[in-house]
């Protein structure tokens, strides 16, 4: 049976999984899942259509599920799914989706979110990302896996940030940011490749290599970018993340952080 503290309020709705607990003055309301395992801290809420999967650990003063903060919600019926093996710290903040954002807001596998960290409505966050202390998201954003967002960071509305990708600490990024690229500054920049965390990820130096030299020739060169995505293509090794980068810059709607060509220059050859 799930452990829940005598202060705890549970709505008969909700659905608690083996192994749940639910601590001091905590409030569960409405349609919840929780998985297996889960540990809810003292005085969070967890509201209405929210579902939680199995070993996820949720930290006091979280507030997770609540309705968007968006003016043109209207109270539809809408989701909030958290994956598993996720660290909720305390006082994030989880948003519903929106009818006008697909309706879910969704956060995949094996997250950590730092205090105050905040995912707005119809956000998609993949698996393994870190979003450090107080970073933000707006709504409608994809953080795709094992990103790391830097703490004080806010990402604009409709961006997306690659795989691997690293936000540097107070920065605002406005436009996309490419798989295993580091950007920084407000408005954030490209300022090289995560090559630290890259390597900490275990990605080989036949990889590396052709990275740093994709980069080079896309952001870099004085090709313009259709001329050195064909250089890419013709001269570098077909590996995945080759492929990866030169999809998401096809794919790109807001596109593409700028680059800062001053911190870049070390970063040649």
């Known amino acids: 049976m799930p452990l829940i503290h005598p202060t705890a309020l549970v709505d008969s709705r909700a659905e608690l999984g083996v192994g749940v607990s639910v601590g001091p003055y905590s409030i569960i309301e409405g349609r ?7 540990q809810i801290g003292p005085h969070v809420v967890i509201r209405d259509f929210t579902k939680i999967g199995t070993r996820v650990r949720i930290y006091q003063f979280a507030s997770i599920g609540e309705v968007p903060q968006d003016l043109k919600f209207r109270g539809e019926e809408s989701t909030l799914l958290i994956g598993d093996d996720n660290v909720i710290r305390e006082f994030t903040t989880l ?3 929106t009818a006008g954002g697909g309706g879910v807001t969704r956060i995949g596998n094996g997250n950590l979110l730092m205090a105050y960290s905040h995912v707005a409505h119809d956000c998609h966050v993949g698996n393994g990302v870190i979003m450090s202390n107080a970073a933000t998201l707006a709504g409608h954003i994809i953080v795709q896996d094992h990103a790391i967002l830097g703490g004080l960071s806010a990402v604009h509305q409709f961006c997306k940030i690659g795989e691997h990708a690293f936000i540097g600490g107070c920065s605002a990024v406005a436009r996309d940011v490419p798989p295993y690229c ?35 020739l896309l ?16 001269e570098l090794p077909d590996v995945p993340q080759i492929q990866n980068l030169l999809r998401f810059i096809e794919t790109s709607e807001r596109g593409l952080a700028p680059v800062d060509v001053r911190e870049n220059r070390s970063h040649r050859g």
């Open 95 to 97: 948003h519903r989706g």
């Open 219 to 234: 952001f870099l060169s004085e090709l313009n970018m259709k001329e050195a995505m064909a250089r890419v293509r013709q």
């Open 182 to 216: 580091m950007a920084v500054g407000n408005r954030a920049k490209l300022v090289g490749l995560n090559l630290v965390g890259l390597k900490r990820s275990g990605f080989d130096s036949a990889s590396l290599e052709a990275l740093k030299a994709a980069y080079n």
């Open 32 to 38: 919840v899942t929780i998985g297996a395992e889960t």
